[in-house]
């Protein structure tokens, strides 16, 4: 199998259909050998800030010399990001070689009258038997949605799980309520180790802590007053965290010393299962970390930023960044976003901010809302607004209309981040 047909296999998934529930990551990993039991995980849920946290912790570890696998989606710029080991994504020919297994054990599945995988249920198999090929000494591993029934789940090995801020999203599959959400996600505690939060909603709060008083887990949360000392500044944020040295994250964004405090607290953990992490490797994890479509800076002059914002949450953030960051810059916005999505209350808190608001429909998408139907509904609260017919031409009319000393923020969507990421680099060529 070569890496195309690997892609083409696990893309194929989809004409199975899926089935709720464990039972079909169980017996794939089964019939593969288990790997994930000889590995030990670091289990991450939430609706916002997973991704960010998950790059400082595992930035942290491989600072502190261990070897640390990724599981993350979704990816930005390539296919392989979602699987990687001290943040090398995993290599073509491995995506081939372990599609090849499981494609066989799938087969198998379906011979005997069982549910054949998912894509995703096939992508975290295979993450799990690199990881075992590479010795990772801890995976620091990412729900794909949800916790309770996400195929990541299937783990028994968790040393802390971490739950980053949690709110509304993906409703029609986990809840319409936060507590609802709150009590899937909650559904990755296992019992006896260590349950690390960001400060929540006082009733999110009390349904993590109730899972934890069930399971013997211990509960620790954020509180704001220990994170002290916050330096406000565009890509030189600093703050303490209970009485500790000076830190400085490398991510940008208000919302990013929330995350980093997260990691911090994580990391206490770690070092409270045995964990061997020291100051400077905590520090200079923080500060070297990276990660795409997070508030990033892709270009200057004028100021080129993205941020994948799509849901009230994470709105409500990057307009607070926004207003602390550049309060006096004239703004112009690219705005792209899923039709599934709560783009409605993302753009009523920032397109407003804008001097002119340019949409664009994600590509190879079947869920993405089109140009012009966005900028219908934008107009509501900006009437600047343009729909461009590509992100090439979303790109350009943003830039022509800017000056060396205003700022372009695109938004929306991680999904179509990559392409438009890769868009700018052409034209700065």
Not at 57 to 85: C, N, W
Request: charged letters at 25%.
């Amino acid at each position: 199998m070569t890496y195309e047909e690997a892609r083409a296999f696990i893309n194929d998934t989809a004409k199975y259909g899926y089935v709720l529930g464990l039972d079909t990551e169980r017996e794939l990993l089964r019939r593969l050998g288990n790997p994930q039991d000889d590995l030990k995980f670091v289990h991450i849920a939430g609706t916002n800030g997973k991704g960010s946290t998950l790059a400082y912790i595992s930035t942290i570890l491989k600072e502190a010399g261990y070897k640390v696998g990724r599981y993350i989606s979704p990816t930005i710029f390539d296919y392989r990001e979602r699987i990687q080991v001290n943040e090398k994504y995993i290599t073509k020919e491995a995506v081939a070689r372990l599609a090849e297994m499981v494609e066989a054990a799938g087969q198998a599945m379906l011979a005997e009258g069982l549910h054949h995988p998912t894509a995703f249920e096939v992508e975290t198999a295979m993450a799990f038997l690199y990881f075992k090929e590479m010795n990772c000494d801890l995976v620091v591993l990412e729900c794909g949605m949800g916790g309770l029934t996400d195929a990541t789940n299937v783990v028994k090995t968790t040393v802390v799980s971490v739950f980053a801020e949690i709110g509304m999203d993906h409703m029609g599959f986990l809840g319409n309520t936060v507590e609802e959400i709150a009590g899937v996600k909650a559904g990755i505690i296992k019992p006896g180790t260590i349950a690390v939060s960001a400060a929540q909603r006082p009733e999110v709060s009390a349904v993590l802590q109730k899972t934890c008083a069930e399971k013997d887990t211990e509960y620790r949360e954020i509180r704001k007053s220990d994170i002290k000392d916050v330096r406000y500044v565009f890509e030189n944020q600093t703050f303490t965290y209970k009485e500790e040295m000076k830190l400085k994250p490398g991510l940008t964004g208000s919302w990013q010393i929330d995350n980093a405090a997260l990691a911090v607290e994580a990391v206490h953990a770690l070092r409270d299962c045995g964990w061997n992490i020291s100051d400077e490797a905590l520090r200079k994890g923080l500060t070297e970390t990276v990660w795409q479509g997070r508030f990033t800076t892709v270009s200057r002059h004028p100021l080129f930023i993205v941020d994948g914002a799509h849901n009230r949450d994470a709105a409500d953030r990057l307009k607070e960044t926004l207003e602390l960051y550049f309060p006096e810059k004239r703004k112009l916005f690219i705005a792209g976003v899923l039709a599934d999505k709560e783009y409605d209350y993302v753009m009523s808190q920032l397109t407003p901010l804008a001097d002119r608001v340019i949409t664009v429909m994600t590509p190879d998408n079947p869920r993405a809302l089109a140009a012009d139907k966005l900028a219908e509904d934008v107009k509501k609260y900006n009437p600047k607004v343009e729909a461009a017919d590509s992100i090439k031409d979303a790109v350009h009319r943003a830039r022509a209309y800017a000056g060396g000393e205003d700022m372009i923020l695109a938004f929306g969507s991680l999904s179509y981040l990559g392409d438009l990421i890769r868009e700018i680099r052409v034209q700065d060529q």
